[in-house]
């Protein structure tokens, strides 16, 4: 069965700092990796995904991710953070060849100016 | 493209009644759609999954008789939520898929927050 674990509940970064939210996975199969963010009262937007090509994966917003097989990680990450960037942030497995998601429980992006 | 969208956004309603939410796939044909539950600051619950033309299944634990779901054509799934009680507030998200290039991309729906009095 596939989880996700995302290991940090809340992060806290400054304007213009760089941000690191860490997802770790589980899955029997090859799998499908993405990363949502959700702001508050909205619905989910893709930001990227992973699905077996590069294992850098650019997204939108100068968000990316590194798929590593070998530490089961598919940390997010972004050089430099804006204020607008404070959202929840979900990482998300699919198994390859079907449609169930597992989201993780989310990481709060916390952006001070 | 791929645009899902949700009506209402937002909906209260008295305890005992029942409530309709509609989830639409505008610029593509949806061959399946999910219905999810949030509740404050948690993850997203998936409670089933839907086929067009078919019965949903429900995950384990989704009362179906409660959570009825219906996805009549490939672009419209409607989620009515019956005989609703305060603890069925929440916010309720829809994603709808279709096959592109081997795989499933899923979209989701703007939400609809679900209040019950």
């Known amino acids: 069965a596939q989880s996700v674990t995302q290991l940090d509940s809340h992060v806290s970064v400054s304007e213009g700092t760089p941000v690191l939210l860490r997802c770790n996975y589980s899955?029997?199969?090859?799998?499908?990796l993405f990363w949502y963010v959700q702001h508050p009262n909205k619905g989910l937007q893709l930001l990227l995904k992973y699905t077996s090509a590069a294992t850098l994966v650019k997204g939108i917003n100068g968000f990316e991710a590194e798929f590593k097989k070998s530490e089961t990680s598919f940390h997010l990450t972004k050089p430099s953070a804006h204020m607008s960037d404070a959202a929840e942030y979900f990482c998300v497995v699919r198994n390859t060849g079907f449609q169930k998601l597992v989201f993780g429980t989310g990481t709060r992006l916390l952006v001070s100016p | 493209g791929a645009v899902v969208s949700q009506h209402p956004s937002w909906v209260i309603c008295k305890s005992g009644t029942s409530v309709k939410i509609e989830c639409r796939s505008l610029?593509?044909?949806?061959?399946?759609m999910f219905w999810y539950r949030q509740f404050p600051k948690q993850s997203l619950m998936l409670m089933a999954t839907s086929n067009e033309g078919s019965k949903a299944t429900y995950e384990q634990g989704v009362e179906k008789d409660k959570f009825l779901i219906n996805h009549a054509s490939l672009t419209l799934s409607t989620l009515t939520v019956t005989s609703a009680h305060p603890e069925d507030s929440s916010f309720y998200i829809c994603?709808?898929?279709?096959?592109?290039?081997?795989?499933?991309?899923?979209?989701f729906g703007p939400g609809t927050r679900l209040t019950v009095t």
């Open positions: 610029d593509f044909q949806a061959t399946t």
């Open positions: 994603s709808a898929s279709y096959r592109a290039e081997a795989s499933y991309e899923q979209y």
């Open positions: 899955s029997s199969y090859s799998p499908s």
